[in-house]
């Protein structure tokens, strides 16, 4: 099979030749980029030209030769990396580690670094996302609507439209990796409503807006749904006959369970979710609906699956009630599992590689059986994990596979 075969297989959930496998798909299965210069390092591979291409999350591109060492089947075809590569082009940045290894961003950003090796993200001068001296991420600090008091404040507020510019360049780009590649192609969209409004609002004011003010808080979710689907039919008339999958993107979860209750997720999240997701059933058949939900999410996953999620990542099975055995038992036919290859919180940064090889091999004979599992870790690989543990994820994966 073609790595685009091997994928589609997997979500229709049968068994394909050998497991699939992404790194880099989206902003939440790939590298941060300090661990990428050391695996690049390890594996004797040249260092110039490193792509941090999500500047918040500070992750890697994953380059081509990573990609054909280790047979990797997915690429995004992400908006930021598309516009930089055709629009904006890249400049130099050096990364927060002990050698400031140069590397390159979008050349929209504008960062500035404190003497103390602070930075900010600068938009229109003001000051959007910081990053502790000590950090390794940049946290937004900007909510447009932190003071909004009304539904009137919230009339106002419009989302922004997807430009001709981008479509056209993410059109191109689509269509040349479906007609040069045969990788499966993830298209990064988002659609959120919670992170949103979070964002939006900043996220105590929106948490308790939800309970205390639900008119605005309903008014500004309707503006969303209004906003997401309008950019969604731009997009999907744009890139939905190349893409295989949609990514979409809402933490719903912490470490010991939902960010709300299930009754209040079905009452104002979930409508919102169900016209986003059927949107594109209904508008591209042909292609899937990928949902990145971090944390514990267990009582929401029958929600997700009636509003149309075909595929959950991470599959944050450290968060309470994600164990695997019982998600795949209780989920297993009805949502494909991206992710929860390998824990990233207790055992890639911290056991020994060949722990590492074992905790992987043990969640792959659980989630493989019978399909609708793409191979990943949990979320991004951290800066500091250890290369030695990195390199025995990518080698035990790579070994499965050749074994079938």
Not at 120 to 125: F, L, R, S
Not at 354 to 369: Q, W
Request: glycine content about 8%; overall charge negative.
């Amino acid at each position: 099979m073609t790595p685009r075969e091997r994928v589609l297989t997997a979500l229709k959930h049968k068994e394909p030749d050998i497991l699939p496998w992404d790194l880099g798909g989206m902003r939440s299965t790939g590298i941060m980029a300090i661990a990428y210069v050391k695996l690049r390092k390890a594996l004797g591979l040249p260092l110039n030209g490193i792509r941090v291409y999500d500047v918040g999350q500070q992750l890697a591109w994953v380059d081509e030769d990573i990609r054909r060492m280790f047979g990797i089947d997915v690429i995004a075809l992400d908006t930021e990396k598309v516009m930089a590569d055709h629009i904006w082009g890249w400049k130099p940045y050096p990364l927060p580690d002990e050698e400031r290894t140069m590397t390159l961003i979008p050349a929209n950003y504008n960062i500035e670094e404190e003497r103390d090796g602070s930075r900010y993200i600068v938009e229109g001068g003001v000051v959007t996302a910081r990053m502790p001296a000590d950090g390794f991420y940049f946290d937004g600090v900007y909510h447009p609507l932190a003071n909004v008091e009304s539904v009137k404040d919230i009339e106002k507020w419009e989302m922004g439209v997807m430009s001709e510019e981008t479509l056209t360049a993410l059109r191109k780009e689509a269509k040349y990796l479906y007609e040069n590649t045969d990788y499966a192609i993830m298209g990064s969209f988002g659609g959120n409503i919670l992170e949103s409004g979070q964002t939006l609002m900043g996220w105590e004011n929106f948490m308790s807006a939800l309970l205390s003010n639900k008119p605005l808080v309903e008014a500004l979710i309707e503006k969303m749904v209004e906003g997401h689907l309008k950019n969604l039919e731009l997009y999907l008339d744009a890139v939905g006959d190349y893409i295989q999958i949609i990514q979409m993107g809402d933490d719903l979860g912490t470490q010991n369970g939902p960010m709300l209750s299930p009754r209040l997720y079905k009452e104002l999240i979930f409508p919102a979710h169900k016209r986003i997701y059927e949107f594109v059933h209904k508008k591209a058949p042909n292609v899937y609906v990928f949902l990145h939900s971090c944390g514990g999410i267990y009582e929401l996953i029958p929600y997700l699956i009636e509003a149309g999620v075909d595929i959950l990542n991470p599959v944050q099975t450290s968060a309470r009630n994600m164990e695997p055995e019982k998600l795949k038992k209780e989920f297993g036919k009805d949502i494909v599992f991206w992710g929860g290859g390998c824990d990233t919180q207790r055992i890639l940064p911290f056991a020994s590689p060949k722990e590492v090889s074992e905790h992987i091999r043990e969640r792959i004979a659980i989630f493989a059986e019978g399909g609708g599992f793409v191979f990943c870790q949990i979320h991004n690989i951290q800066a500091n994990v250890p290369v030695e543990n990195i390199l025995a994820l990518l080698q035990t994966v790579k070994e499965v596979r050749e074994k079938g």
